[in-house]
């Protein structure tokens, strides 16, 4: 099937998300179950990662400037903008396409071969909107969160490195941090954090729906949707990149 | 009463049903039959709105559900049970869960409601105790059970059963059966169970629907597909050396 077929389907399916739910209660207790498997069981993961990435690039920055002329407390500087701008937003959203997104991609395709999704729309329920509609919103909610304690994380982990190798003291790392500090540069990351979150759920729920077969084009939709999730993602990581900070 | 009339469905160059003309009636077991591949889940898949038909019609009850509005084909929606091969329950849910999870879509049930509701119907399949067991715990009867309690759950009009007893031993094959005859003539709903298996014709079918290369070949009752000479039929029912020694005593 070619790009612009999936990506057709794709809009098509996806208007079925936004229809009315048949009953609020049911969704609103989906969501919060999605809260908790999409949101809650990512941190830890997240966490471990942001704590080691920003102490990495402290001590990498810090071996790199060999200048007198560059400060010392450029690492803050450094550290904070890299975790800001691309690694907690961006990253951290490709790691949980490898996460969240497979694992949507074969719990859905599993409910498709297994006739779970025809006993939904058999019961009169919209199965798009009832499987996608709360781990969507899930997402949108949690991973904002989720990147804002990546960024703390992170700092932390450089900081805590930068003081544990002897390259920067406490302090300079601090002051880098507060270093010509760009609020805006928040509320970018937590936009480019939400519009992902959209895509590393509906694209490996959409490949996941549209499974036929049995256990082996499961596991072949589980890896392509991954690898679609990440290009459809770095495509629109450069189209927000040039919206936002343009 | 379900009613099809010239109903077409092909897949690309493949012509799966070939003009199927066929009622389903009230309160009665109509069972299609027909070897692998001759189109009986299409069939049914055509009729609960799965697959769209190429041409002809569904009629439920007069009502002719392509041409339905999507609210009017949700009301029809919530009228059909259906029962799935391997049963299709929710593996996230309990059975509990499954049972009330219609229930919870679709009516105002308070949750006590709910569990009541389920409750009786785990009582009328036989499982008083499953309530708070997941599908993996379950063998492959009690899955079919469970789906047969969450089919009823709703109260529904139609039940289609695809395959009942398929994957499991004669004796719960059977249990099955009786199951779905009882729950028809209880609430006198319209059921609808495509199998290839003779038993099941033999033990509950009332009206019988013999599809062959994706035409409606032959209809009648239990009585008359045993003494019946449309050769394709005699092929498919007296298949087995068991039938045909079953075809000799009959013929005696």
Same mark, same amino acid.
């Given at each position: 099937?070619?790009?612009?077929?999936?990506?057709?389907?794709?809009?098509?399916?996806?208007?079925?998300?936004?229809?009315?739910?048949?009953?609020?209660?049911?969704?609103?207790?989906?969501?919060?179950?999605?809260?908790?498997?999409?949101?809650?069981?990512? +941190?830890?993961?997240?966490?471990?990662?942001?704590?080691?990435?920003?102490?990495?690039?402290?001590?990498?920055?810090?071996?790199?400037? @060999?200048?007198? =002329?560059?400060? !010392?407390?450029?690492?803050?500087?450094?550290?904070? @903008?890299?975790?800001?701008?691309?690694?907690?937003?961006?990253?951290?959203?490709?790691? =949980?396409?490898?996460?969240?997104?497979?694992?949507?991609?074969?719990?859905?395709?599993? !409910?498709?071969?297994?006739?779970?999704? @025809?006993?939904?729309?058999? !019961?009169?329920?919209?199965?798009?909107?009832?499987?996608?509609?709360?781990?969507?919103?899930?997402?949108?909610?949690?991973?904002?969160?989720?990147?804002?304690?990546?960024?703390?994380?992170?700092?932390?982990?450089?900081?805590?490195?930068?003081?544990? /190798?002897?390259?920067?003291?406490?302090?300079?790392?601090?002051?880098?941090?507060?270093?010509?500090?760009?609020?805006?540069?928040?509320?970018?990351?937590?936009?480019?954090?939400?519009?992902?979150?959209?895509?590393? /759920?509906?694209?490996?729920?959409?490949?996941?729906?549209?499974?036929?077969?049995?256990?082996?084009?499961?596991?072949?939709?589980? /890896?392509?949707?991954?690898?679609?999730?990440?290009?459809?993602?770095?495509?629109?990581?450069?189209?927000?990149?040039?919206?936002? +900070?343009? | 009463?379900?009613?099809?009339?010239?109903?077409?469905?092909?897949?690309?160059?493949?012509?799966?049903?070939?003009? $199927?003309?066929?009622?389903?009636?009230?309160?009665?077991?109509?069972?299609?039959?027909?070897? *692998?591949?001759?189109?009986?889940?299409?069939?049914?898949? &055509?009729?609960?709105?799965?697959?769209?038909? %190429? *041409?002809?019609?569904?009629?439920?009850?007069?009502?002719?559900?392509?041409?339905? *509005?999507?609210?009017?084909?949700?009301?029809? #929606?919530?009228?059909?049970?259906?029962?799935?091969?391997?049963?299709?329950?929710? %593996?996230?849910?309990?059975?509990?869960?499954?049972?009330?999870?219609?229930?919870?879509?679709?009516?105002?049930?308070?949750?006590?409601?709910?569990?009541?509701?389920?409750?009786? &119907?785990?009582? #009328?399949?036989?499982?008083?105790?499953?309530?708070?067991?997941?599908?993996?715990?379950?063998?492959?009867?009690?899955?079919?059970?469970?789906?047969?309690?969450?089919?009823?759950?709703?109260?529904?009009?139609?039940?289609? &059963?695809?395959?009942?007893? *398929?994957?499991?031993?004669?004796?719960?094959?059977?249990?099955?059966?009786?199951? $779905?005859?009882?729950?028809?003539?209880?609430?006198? $709903?319209?059921?609808?169970?495509?199998?290839?298996?003779?038993?099941?014709? $033999?033990?509950?079918?009332?009206?019988?629907?013999?599809?062959?290369?994706?035409?409606?070949?032959?209809?009648?009752?239990?009585?008359?597909?045993?003494?019946?000479?449309?050769?394709?039929?005699? %092929?498919?029912?007296?298949?087995?050396?068991?039938?045909?020694?079953? #075809?000799?005593?009959?013929?005696?």
């Amino acid at each position: 099937m070619g790009l612009f077929t999936h990506i057709g389907r794709y809009v098509l399916w996806m208007s079925r998300v936004f229809k009315k739910p048949e009953k609020w209660r049911v969704y609103r207790k989906q969501i919060f179950f999605e809260i908790q498997s999409i949101g809650y069981a990512s +941190l830890g993961l997240v966490a471990l990662v942001s704590l080691f990435m920003g102490a990495v690039l402290a001590i990498q920055l810090a071996y790199n400037i @060999d200048s007198p =002329l560059i400060p !010392m407390y450029t690492v803050g500087f450094g550290v904070r @903008d890299s975790l800001i701008l691309e690694f907690s937003p961006t990253i951290i959203s490709i790691i =949980l396409v490898g996460k969240v997104g497979s694992s949507i991609a074969s719990e859905i395709g599993t !409910m498709r071969v297994t006739d779970q999704i @025809d006993a939904l729309d058999i !019961m009169g329920v919209n199965s798009t909107g009832y499987l996608v509609g709360p781990k969507m919103i899930a997402a949108v909610i949690c991973n904002p969160f989720i990147a804002i304690i990546s960024m703390i994380l992170g700092m932390f982990g450089g900081y805590a490195a930068g003081i544990l /190798t002897g390259e920067v003291p406490g302090n300079t790392f601090i002051f880098g941090l507060q270093y010509a500090f760009q609020p805006y540069y928040i509320t970018y990351a937590l936009i480019k954090t939400a519009v992902f979150a959209v895509i590393i /759920t509906t694209v490996p729920a959409y490949f996941g729906y549209h499974t036929s077969g049995g256990a082996l084009e499961v596991g072949r939709s589980s /890896t392509v949707s991954v690898v679609y999730s990440i290009v459809v993602l770095l495509t629109f990581n450069l189209i927000l990149t040039q919206m936002l +900070l343009q | 009463m379900i009613e099809v009339k010239g109903l077409n469905k092909s897949f690309g160059e493949h012509h799966v049903l070939k003009n $199927i003309d066929a009622q389903f009636h009230k309160g009665q077991v109509n069972i299609i039959i027909g070897q *692998s591949g001759s189109g009986k889940t299409v069939l049914t898949k &055509c009729m609960v709105g799965l697959f769209d038909v %190429d *041409s002809g019609t569904v009629e439920y009850d007069g009502n002719d559900f392509a041409s339905m *509005s999507f609210k009017e084909k949700l009301n029809v #929606r919530k009228d059909i049970g259906m029962l799935f091969q391997g049963g299709a329950l929710f %593996d996230s849910m309990t059975v509990e869960e499954n049972i009330m999870f219609p229930l919870a879509m679709f009516t105002d049930q308070s949750l006590a409601e709910r569990r009541e509701r389920s409750q009786f &119907c785990l009582d #009328r399949v036989n499982l008083p105790k499953a309530a708070k067991l997941f599908p993996s715990e379950l063998s492959g009867g009690m899955k079919k059970r469970v789906a047969i309690a969450r089919a009823i759950a709703t109260n529904p009009k139609y039940l289609f &059963c695809d395959e009942p007893n *398929s994957g499991l031993d004669p004796k719960t094959g059977l249990v099955i059966d009786q199951l $779905i005859k009882e729950i028809t003539d209880e609430y006198n $709903i319209t059921t609808i169970v495509i199998t290839h298996d003779m038993n099941s014709v $033999i033990e509950i079918g009332d009206n019988i629907h013999f599809i062959y290369k994706g035409e409606k070949w032959w209809e009648g009752s239990k009585e008359e597909i045993l003494r019946t000479n449309n050769q394709e039929v005699v %092929d498919f029912v007296y298949a087995s050396k068991f039938m045909k020694r079953v #075809r000799a005593d009959l013929a005696k």
